[in-house]
């Protein structure tokens, strides 16, 4: 698990000497917008929401920029790439390469208080040996960050007592995994990767009385417990290009059970939760030079993790979709700078408050190709943000979500 | 992956915590926890006090009276002889007599009319000012000396006086001359002793000093008189009655000062039919440590027997763990178990009434019964706390006057107030 705590503030200096020292043309008015809204997000922002309290928590799949501003699934977009999620499209990476990205958001529910934090959902590198690429990639899963304080008034003989109870869910599930991808003849690619859940969940339950009415001295009541995540996950997929102007893609993901240990000395045996089967596709089409609409879907079958929680707790089918249209006619200082417009919906796995929950936001995207080769990015900064809400039931939580990718290549 | 947590999530809905938790109060009766009650006096001495007293039939048959040392005299003393300018030593000097000079305690005790004290010098012989009690000149190991009178043994008077507070705050007694010559040739100290008591019934009076202040005719020029003043080199009271300590009660102060000690052994469960068992919510229950939020010491005062011995000022105690057990009384102490040493305010031990006091020790109680446990952290070692505790007054001594508590196995005796928060743990979703 990789922890950050970068304030999106840590973030905006960047963006605006980027902006500062551009040129803007046609597309000036965007990049404005664009940058407004990462200057509005508030301090402290994340894939925080409330709904990282349902089930397992939050599901927050391994994306970047790029799949966020095309409200992509994460399968099927043009050229190449790294992606968990679409284990066939690093098979064109012929240089050696990193990426990472950075996600900082906010949730606010109707309201009420605001939440935030930052995420890294997806760090990737990958190594071309021949016609095979070998890939090796840290992505998110699930967010489970969230607490509860409330105060009580307790009866204790007779005797009413201030009381103030927080709980603390801590941590998140992530996912490594190992990857190795191929070209077969000049139109289809296949891939693989294999990895494993990791993480740990740390949960927390204090109870203070008032001091005041108890006596000094009163300690906190403190229970907790801290489980280590483990499980096996397998993806495989496939990039089929029949012409120039099409892009197809799908992929099967098969994970084992999701399984959390509890840590010395937490008590309790391990307890685990089968993940699902999640089958995603997509593909994108070339409707002029320099304009491309990508679209996708994934359903995945919760209903094993749903029986695991008790029922009630989960969808049996969860799916995805989303699309997005990219133009890659813009320039920055000479050089290509695609803009992208999309939209996404997902149904979210575990129900909050007996609810089932969706999420669904709408996205835009900038991007800097700062240098390329003939085939593949070399250096390239995107950026993406979405305006989302999340809703289950009467409950409903609207959320700015901003993610920056930097890809680099070389050899 | 990664998550900042500087805006969490958080709801204010009691119903979303995941965690049935039921906060409870029991009482454990002394005779549940407590064991091996002793208590013990003779910590210190009164003459560490640093405060005199002298009383006559003060709240009954209260008798205090002070007992001094005066310094020894000059070897010599400097004069000029006549016609010349500077001085030599006279060692033939004639003491022609003096002044015992009483300064009172005006702050603290103040009579509302003039009351007469007395002086004397004492001819006991050998006493020891830390040891000296009114019934003992000296109470040491192997070394017992009786006054030949209880209260100071005999004495030459040496004169009284009245103080009358509203006029002065010194008291002078006039000692004669040959007085002063035998206190100039006493090659011991504990031959200038002087004892100064009260002669009117009812007050309890402080004295913060007894010095002499001696006029020496030189030998070389007599015409002159030099005035010397030789302060005490040690100082102490005596009283009556000596309460001492009982085996039923609770004494925490005094001088010599009262200690109380027991050992806290807790039980390792709460049975059905326990007491404690009335008030939880599952019997048999494991008491373990954290569960326990808060734990206190209840105790009920009562009052102070013989009635002079009534705490006139605010009284501390403090509790500590007695280190080496084995070694009770006079066994080290650690660390107090309570935040503040507990203070009793005057009037709590007054004829009247009884007053609940409860100390607090919630970390002595958790950790006699063990180790926190820290998932988060490193195994840590287990070592056997210290179960005795000691109650005292944290200043000993702070005052001849004490403060009593009912004892173990008395109406109102000590109990142990815990509150205890249960839940099944946290556990996975």
């Known amino acids: 698990m990789i922890t950050a705590c970068l304030k999106p503030r840590g973030l905006k200096p960047g963006v605006r000497a980027w902006s500062s020292g551009a040129h803007v043309r046609s597309f000036g008015a965007l990049v404005l917008i664009l940058l407004a809204g990462s200057l509005l997000l508030p301090a402290g922002a994340g894939a925080q929401s409330l709904m990282n309290a349902g089930g397992l928590g939050l599901l927050n799949d391994p994306l970047d920029a790029r799949s966020r501003a095309l409200g992509s699934v994460g399968i099927g977009l043009e050229g190449w790439y790294m992606l968990a999620t679409d284990p066939s499209a690093a098979a064109g990476l012929n240089l050696p390469s990193v990426t990472g990205t950075f996600q900082p958001s906010t949730s606010r529910v109707d309201g009420g208080a605001r939440a935030g934090g930052t995420r890294f959902p997806t760090l990737g590198v990958s190594y071309p040996f021949g016609r095979h690429v070998f890939v090796l990639q840290f992505g998110s899963f699930l967010d489970q960050e969230w607490e509860v304080r409330t105060e009580r008034t307790l009866n204790l003989s007779g005797q009413e007592v201030e009381a103030v109870d927080q709980f603390e869910s801590v941590g998140g599930i992530g996912q490594a995994r190992l990857g190795w991808a191929t070209r077969v003849g000049e139109d289809l690619a296949v891939g693989l990767n294999v990895g494993s859940y990791t993480g740990a969940m740390e949960r927390r339950f204090v109870r203070q009385l008032d001091p005041g009415t108890v006596g000094a001295g009163v300690e906190p009541f403190l229970n907790q417990g801290r489980w280590r995540a483990s499980g096996l996950t397998v993806a495989a997929g496939a990039t089929w290009q029949p012409s120039a102007l099409v892009r197809v893609a799908a992929s099967v993901e098969q994970a084992g059970d999701l399984t959390l240990d509890p840590v010395t000395p937490t008590p309790g045996p391990e307890k685990s939760y089968p993940m699902p089967l999640t089958l995603r596709a997509g593909g994108t089409v070339t409707l002029a030079s320099d304009l491309r609409l990508s679209t996708g879907f994934a359903r995945a079958d919760w209903s094993g993790v749903d029986e695991a929680l008790g029922g009630d707790a989960a969808r049996d089918v969860a799916w995805g979709y989303g699309g997005g249209v990219e133009w890659v006619g813009s320039t920055i200082l000479g050089r290509t700078a695609p803009i992208r417009l999309g939209y996404r919906h997902q149904d979210l796995p575990f129900h909050f408050q007996g609810e089932p929950a969706t999420e669904s936001a709408f996205s835009a995207g900038l991007s800097v190709n700062l240098a390329d080769t003939e085939t593949m990015p070399v250096a390239r900064i995107e950026y993406s943000l979405e305006r989302g809400t999340r809703d289950a039931g009467v409950f409903s939580e609207e959320y700015w979500r901003s993610t920056l990718s930097i890809r680099l290549a070389g050899g | ?429």
């Not at chain 2, 057990?325 to 178990?337: E, F, H, Q």
């Open chain 2, 1 to 429: 992956m990664g998550a900042c947590t500087d805006q969490v999530p958080t709801f204010d809905d009691g119903a979303a915590i995941p965690v049935d938790a039921e906060t409870v109060e029991v009482l454990i009766p002394f005779s549940e926890f407590g064991r091996d009650f002793q208590a013990f006096g003779g910590f210190a001495s009164q003459a560490d006090l640093g405060r005199l007293f002298v009383a006559h039939e003060y709240r009954g048959d209260f008798d205090a009276r002070t007992l001094v040392r005066i310094g020894a005299f000059p070897v010599s003393i400097s004069v000029f002889p006549e016609g010349e300018s500077s001085t030599v030593p006279d060692s033939a000097y004639v003491p022609l007599g003096g002044n015992l000079v009483i300064r009172m305690d005006t702050t603290r005790l103040v009579p509302d009319e003039a009351v007469e004290l007395a002086a004397g010098q004492m001819e006991a012989g050998e006493w020891d000012i830390r040891t000296a009690k009114w019934n003992l000149a000296v109470d040491t190991l192997g070394g017992v000396v009786q006054w030949d009178e209880p209260g100071g043994g005999p004495t030459r008077s040496l004169g009284s006086a009245m103080w009358d507070p509203q006029e002065a705050d010194t008291l002078v007694i006039p000692v004669d001359s040959a007085t002063a010559n035998q206190w100039r040739d006493a090659d011991e100290s504990v031959d200038r002793s002087v004892r100064v008591e009260s002669r009117s019934p009812g007050h309890l009076l402080g004295i913060n000093s007894v010095e002499f202040r001696g006029h020496f005719q030189s030998s070389v020029n007599p015409d002159t008189v030099v005035t010397v003043v030789r302060g005490s080199v040690g100082t102490t009271f005596i009283y009556t009655p000596e309460p001492g300590v009982t085996q039923e009660e609770i004494r925490i102060g005094g001088a010599p000062a009262r200690r109380a000690y027991f050992r806290v052994e807790l039980p390792d469960r709460f049975e059905e039919g326990s007491a404690a068992c009335e008030l939880l919510p599952t019997c048999p229950m494991e008491l373990t440590r954290d569960r326990v939020v808060y734990a206190g010491l209840v105790m009920q005062t009562r009052p102070v027997e013989p009635p002079a011995f009534e705490p006139l000022d605010t009284l501390r105690m403090d509790v500590r763990p007695a280190l080496a057990a084995d070694r009770i009384p006079r066994s080290p102490l650690g660390t107090s178990v309570q935040p503040t040493p507990r203070t009793f305010p005057p009037g709590v031990f007054a004829e009247e009434g009884s007053t609940r006091v409860e100390v607090p020790m919630t970390r002595y109680i958790q950790d006699l019964l063990g180790r926190p446990e820290d998932p988060l952290g490193p195994g840590q070692e287990d070592e056997e706390r210290p179960s005795t505790v000691a109650l005292f007054s944290p200043a000993e001594p702070s005052g001849f006057q004490f403060g009593s508590l009912f004892g173990p196995g008395t109406e109102k005796e000590p109990f142990l107030r815990l509150i205890l928060t249960i839940t099944d743990g946290v556990e996975l979703p």
